[in-house]
């Protein structure tokens, strides 16, 4: 089995910054690419970001420019840094991953969420 540990999450002031962090835990496995989503609530959970093995990443719009992805390969982390935080960053961050397994089976794996309030 495989587990995502996320960590990080706090309340901010509005332009302040915050870094979570999702370490990713087991046995056998290779990480192929690991990512945030998030979930504000009453609505559905959004993608945020991602970065691949050979650290190619991707971010939607709405964090682009504020949001920097980057991992640790060597310690399966990912951490996010989110700077020019605003009241609609408000949300429960999740941390996701795609795994490579024993017999080359890829998995999806999730974390159990963290929350991240942005207010004054």
């Known amino acids: 089995q495989v587990r995502l540990v996320e960590s990080g999450g706090g309340l901010v002031q509005p332009g302040g910054s915050l870094r979570l962090s999702c370490v990713a835990s087991?046995?056998?496995?290779?990480?192929?690419?690991m990512g945030w989503y998030r979930q504000a609530p009453g609505k559905q959970r959004d993608w945020i970001v991602r970065?691949?093995?050979?650290?190619?990443?991707s971010y939607a719009d709405s964090v682009k420019g504020r949001f920097t992805i980057f991992r640790d390969n060597a310690e399966n982390t990912v951490y996010l840094q989110m700077n020019s935080l605003r009241p609609e960053d408000t949300a429960v961050y999740y941390c996701?991953?795609?795994?490579?397994?024993?017999?080359?089976?890829?998995?999806?794996?999730w974390g159990q969420g963290t929350q991240v309030t942005v207010s004054s």
């Open positions: 996701e991953a795609s795994i490579i397994r024993a017999g080359g089976y890829e998995y999806r794996y």
């Open positions: 087991g046995s056998s496995f290779s990480v192929k690419s």
């Open positions: 970065i691949t093995s050979d650290e190619r990443t």
